[in-house]
Nanobody, 119 residues
């Protein structure tokens, strides 16, 4: 599976961005968005299962971020609203075994896309 994340950029606090992750052959995988702040490890944000179930891995994004997938387009989206400066970091899309809820051994990581929230 090859992953290509896009959609990052500079946005003001309170603004919105939508990240996209295009992947070949991904319909059988759970797919998660992770992020890595400077000096910290990679942390899970949200996961969408192969059947469309959603799991939050970071309570700080509840009510602000949503995840969805379009299997026809082989694409997973991360809609980020009400962005805060602390959301600034690199975001990665990651594939996992179906049914894993994006926990445990990952298969592939995309190259990451930088999100900067600043006025």
């Amino acid at each position: 599976v090859q992953l290509q994340a896009s959609g990052g950029g500079l946005v003001q606090p309170g603004g919105s961005l939508r990240l996209s992750c295009a992947a070949s052959g991904f319909t059988s995988y759970d797919i998660g968005w992770f992020r890595q702040a400077p000096g910290k490890g990679r942390e899970g944000v949200l996961c969408v299962s192969s059947t469309g179930g959603i799991r939050y891995h970071d309570d700080s994004v509840k009510g602000r971020f949503t995840i969805s997938r379009d299997n026809a387009k082989n694409t997973v989206y991360l809609q980020m609203n009400s962005l805060k400066p602390e959301d600034t970091t690199i975001y990665y899309c990651v594939t996992f075994n179906s049914g894993s809820s994006c926990i445990g051994l990952s298969h592939a990581w995309g190259q990451g896309t930088l999100v900067t929230v600043s006025s």
